[in-house]
Nanobody
Framework: QVQLVESGGGLVEAGGSLRVSCTVS????????MGWFRQAAGKEREFVAA????????SYADFVKGRFIISRDNAKNTMYLQMNSLKPEDTAAYFC???????????????????????WGQGTQVTVSS
């Protein structure tokens, strides 16, 4: 059973920074491609960032490019989302997700669609005050 636990959310002023983490257990972390999504109140869940299994490929939604950085630490079974220059419109619950990838592929693929992911965390709330 794969379990994902997000942490690090909270309240921050506009222009500030926050780092959220996602710790994975239950299966070899190194085999997962991973992503972050967010869902604001009354809105659909949307893609934020993704990272490939080998960590060499990344993708970002246009609205976070240049502000957010996705990374992973295989030794700690943890993925991170460093969020800088936060804006009130970044307020949302942030969810991490993982997709198992076959060891025989290159490991360089990332996934931006929600339906590409099999396992999800419970979410961590990020609130940005103006």
């Amino acid at each position: 059973q794969v379990q994902l636990v997000e942490s690090g959310g909270g309240l921050v002023e506009a222009g500030g920074s926050l780092r959220v983490s996602c710790t994975v257990s239950g299966r070899a972390f190194r085999n997962f491609a991973m992503g972050w999504f967010r869902q604001a109140a009354g809105k659909e869940r949307e893609f934020v960032a993704a990272i490939s299994r080998n960590g060499e490929s990344r993708s970002y939604a246009d609205f976070v490019k240049g502000r957010f950085i996705i990374s992973r630490d295989n030794a700690k079974n943890t993925m991170y989302l460093q969020m800088n220059s936060l804006k009130p419109e970044d307020t949302a619950a942030y969810f991490c997700a993982v997709r198992y990838t076959e060891p025989f592929d290159s490991g360089s693929f990332y996934y931006t669609r929600k339906d590409a992911y099999s396992y999800w965390g419970q979410g961590t709330q990020v609130t940005v005050s103006s």
